[in-house]
């Protein structure tokens, strides 16, 4: 398996250092130890990726059949229906970016949950590890890699498709924004890994969230479209404050910082406050599930 070819790789970050000596060697040290590690076990997923790049592949096709298929399905809606001058796959394609990432990173723990029921992490956890922490940063550097590369595809794929392609500095805020969002949900699907009994569990958990979160947010149709309801959940939603201001980016080459990019039921939002509350959210995430890996590691 996977683990086997990549094992001396891995031995060779994850052994001890017999030069080291006294507590301020050790320390100086660890950071390095730390990087060494976590680059050890990020390339241990991707020699997996590679034996198997089904993964990435499906991941790749499912939203280039969402563009294509929602697409043709609101061909012929009126031109101003989903904004001023905004054609459907203009306002499509920062939905498909945002729940593209969104699902990818929901499904990041299901590699350390695999490891949990085949042994592999519990090899780790008694490896002479600086961190067991590296096995959370490995993962995460994992998912927001191919996260990027999935985003790349359907930019550009979107572009080909008629949404156009937003300038550097847009591409540049629009790969901001999907950094936040894939770093807050890979962090709770982790935490789901570590906390919950086996893969069947944690698959159910993908299963339920993934589309009522899709469908309680600004993907697929503007809020203004919504019940009254269903306009205050998809206001929580996090996905919604990273939906809407990719959608602002595509429609407004002139945006800016204090842009606003979305209207709640509140308040409005400019793009300076939802990377704040994606920021939030992020923060928010990671502080809880602190407690849990403390505990698993411990």
């Given at each position: 398996?996977?683990?086997?070819?990549?094992?001396?790789?891995?031995?060779?970050?994850?052994?001890p250092?017999?030069?080291?000596?006294?507590?301020?060697?050790?320390?100086?040290?660890?950071?390095?130890?730390?990087?060494?590690?976590?680059?050890?076990?990020?390339?241990?997923?991707?020699?997996?990726?590679?034996?198997?790049?089904?993964?990435?592949?499906?991941?790749?096709?499912?939203?280039?059949?969402?563009?294509?298929?929602?697409?043709?399905?609101?061909s012929?809606?009126?031109?101003?229906?989903?904004?001023?001058?905004?054609?459907?796959?203009?306002?499509?394609?920062?939905?498909?970016?945002?729940?593209?990432?969104?699902?990818?990173?929901?499904?990041?723990g299901?590699?350390?949950?695999?490891?949990?029921?085949?042994?592999?992490?519990?090899?780790?956890?008694?490896?002479?590890?600086?961190?067991?922490?590296?096995?959370?940063?490995?993962?995460?550097?994992?998912?927001?890699?191919?996260s990027f590369?999935?985003?790349?595809?359907?930019?550009?794929?979107?572009?080909?498709?008629?949404?156009?392609?937003?300038?550097?500095?847009?591409?540049s805020?629009?790969?901001?924004?999907?950094?936040?969002?894939?770093?807050?949900?890979?962090?709770?699907?982790?935490?789901?890994?570590?906390?919950?009994?086996?893969?069947?569990?944690?698959?159910?958990?993908?299963?339920?969230?993934?589309?009522?979160?899709?469908f309680?947010?600004?993907?697929?149709?503007?809020?203004?479209?919504?019940?009254?309801?269903?306009?205050?959940?998809?206001?929580?939603?996090?996905?919604?404050?990273?939906?809407?201001?990719?959608?602002?980016?595509?429609?407004?080459?002139?945006?800016?910082?204090?842009?606003?990019?979305?209207?709640?039921?509140?308040?409005?939002?400019?793009?300076?406050?939802?990377?704040?509350?994606?920021?939030?959210?992020?923060?928010?995430?990671?502080?809880?599930?602190q407690?849990l890996?403390?505990?698993?590691?411990?």
């Amino acid at each position: 398996m996977s683990q086997s070819i990549s094992s001396r790789n891995i031995k060779s970050a994850l052994a001890p250092n017999p030069a080291v000596g006294g507590q301020n060697n050790e320390s100086s040290n660890s950071l390095g130890d730390f990087i060494q590690e976590t680059l050890a076990l990020t390339q241990r997923l991707f020699i997996q990726l590679q034996r198997r790049p089904s993964t990435l592949i499906a991941g790749i096709i499912q939203p280039f059949m969402w563009l294509v298929l929602f697409g043709a399905l609101f061909s012929k809606a009126p031109a101003g229906l989903f904004g001023s001058d905004l054609s459907y796959a203009k306002f499509l394609a920062p939905g498909v970016i945002v729940f593209t990432a969104f699902s990818g990173a929901l499904n990041a723990g299901l590699p350390v949950m695999f490891d949990r029921e085949f042994g592999f992490l519990n090899r780790l956890l008694v490896a002479p590890l600086s961190s067991r922490y590296s096995i959370v940063a490995a993962s995460t550097i994992y998912i927001i890699a191919l996260s990027f590369i999935q985003t790349a595809v359907i930019i550009f794929a979107s572009a080909i498709l008629g949404a156009g392609l937003p300038g550097i500095v847009g591409l540049s805020a629009i790969a901001l924004i999907v950094f936040l969002i894939v770093l807050g949900v890979t962090a709770l699907s982790l935490g789901l890994a570590f906390a919950l009994p086996g893969h069947i569990e944690l698959l159910a958990v993908i299963f339920v969230t993934n589309l009522p979160l899709l469908f309680a947010s600004t993907a697929l149709a503007p809020l203004s479209f919504m019940a009254g309801w269903l306009q205050v959940i998809a206001s929580l939603n996090p996905l919604t404050y990273a939906i809407e201001p990719i959608r602002y980016i595509y429609g407004h080459g002139d945006w800016a910082i204090n842009s606003i990019v979305m209207n709640t039921p509140w308040i409005g939002f400019s793009f300076g406050s939802v990377i704040l509350v994606l920021l939030g959210f992020d923060a928010l995430i990671l502080l809880a599930i602190q407690p849990l890996l403390r505990r698993r590691f411990a």
